[in-house]
């Protein structure tokens, strides 16, 4: 099946539950600018608004092409306040693919992603490393050396977004939202039982402590 995930500035009429259609599933993820990029299974697409609270969505669009790789990838759609020749050349050249005019609902956007055949996404990398730590992602099995790290689901998820970006604390809250959680009943505690189980499958294995606890801020997964 076909995956891609929607990037929103905005809430989105209509709301964000998860679309279906054929071999195609659709996931939408609320971002704000100034947040990390959430854990994405498939395809980036962003809708872009024109107007946004701390930037231009011009800046925003050209952050993202100077992104990561999945930014670079992502195809890029830029909200226009208005139908505006100039806004449009201007929205080309800071990196969209293309535009629509607000507003946007959620009918808006199923459109233009069922209309629109994007190639499939190749995930760059399917075998993340990190010192003798591996998660090979098409088999969503974590090895440290030779031995299997014995995880469920979400600390799978986990482990993934920590070693996407080694080094980088991460609050409970933003973990939440950066595994598709957001839209769920999850408290903070329930962060801190899969980090638990994770350090537990860790330890396990002989890997040591390499998630570790930041005082008042959140969790980092050391650099070996």
């Given at each position: 099946?076909?995956?891609i995930?929607?990037?929103?500035?905005?809430?989105?009429?209509?709301?964000?539950?998860?679309?279906?259609?054929?071999?195609?599933?659709?996931?939408?993820?609320?971002?704000k600018?100034?947040?990390?990029?959430p854990?994405?299974e498939g395809?980036?697409?962003?809708?872009?608004?024109?107007?946004?609270?701390?930037?231009?969505?011009?800046?925003?669009?050209?952050?993202?092409?100077?992104?990561?790789?999945?930014?670079?990838?992502a195809?890029?759609?830029?909200?226009?306040?208005?139908?505006?020749?100039?806004?449009?050349?201007?929205?080309?050249?800071a990196?969209?693919?293309?535009?629509?005019?607000?507003?946007v609902?959620?009918?808006?956007?199923?459109?233009?992603?069922?209309?629109?055949?994007?190639?499939?996404?190749?995930?760059?990398?399917?075998?993340?490393?990190?010192?003798?730590?591996?998660?090979?992602?098409?088999?969503?099995?974590?090895?440290?050396?030779?031995?299997?790290?014995?995880?469920?689901?979400?600390?799978?998820?986990?482990?993934?977004?920590?070693?996407?970006?080694?080094?980088?604390?991460?609050?409970?809250?933003?973990?939440?939202?950066?595994?598709?959680?957001?839209?769920?009943?999850?408290?903070?505690?329930?962060?801190?039982?899969?980090?638990?189980?994770?350090?537990?499958?860790?330890?396990?294995?002989?890997?040591?402590?390499?998630?570790?606890?930041?005082?008042?801020?959140?969790?980092?997964?050391?650099?070996?």
């Amino acid at each position: 099946m076909r995956h891609i995930d929607i990037l929103l500035t905005s809430d989105l009429p209509g709301g964000r539950e998860a679309f279906a259609h054929s071999d195609l599933r659709v996931v939408f993820h609320r971002w704000k600018s100034a947040a990390p990029l959430p854990l994405m299974e498939g395809r980036p697409w962003a809708f872009i608004d024109w107007v946004l609270d701390d930037m231009s969505g011009l800046e925003l669009c050209r952050r993202l092409r100077c992104a990561d790789s999945l930014g670079q990838d992502a195809h890029i759609t830029m909200i226009l306040e208005e139908d505006d020749a100039e806004a449009k050349r201007r929205a080309l050249r800071a990196g969209a693919d293309d535009y629509v005019v607000a507003p946007v609902e959620r009918s808006t956007v199923l459109d233009r992603v069922l209309s629109l055949q994007l190639p499939e996404h190749v995930i760059p990398a399917r075998v993340l490393k990190l010192g003798e730590l591996t998660l090979d992602l098409a088999a969503l099995q974590a090895r440290w050396r030779d031995k299997p790290l014995g995880l469920m689901p979400n600390e799978l998820r986990l482990l993934r977004y920590l070693m996407e970006k080694p080094g980088h604390v991460f609050s409970r809250q933003q973990l939440i939202t950066a595994l598709g959680k957001h839209d769920q009943p999850i408290d903070e505690r329930t962060v801190d039982a899969w980090v638990s189980r994770l350090r537990r499958a860790l330890r396990d294995v002989g890997a040591g402590s390499p998630l570790r606890t930041v005082r008042s801020l959140g969790y980092v997964l050391d650099r070996p």
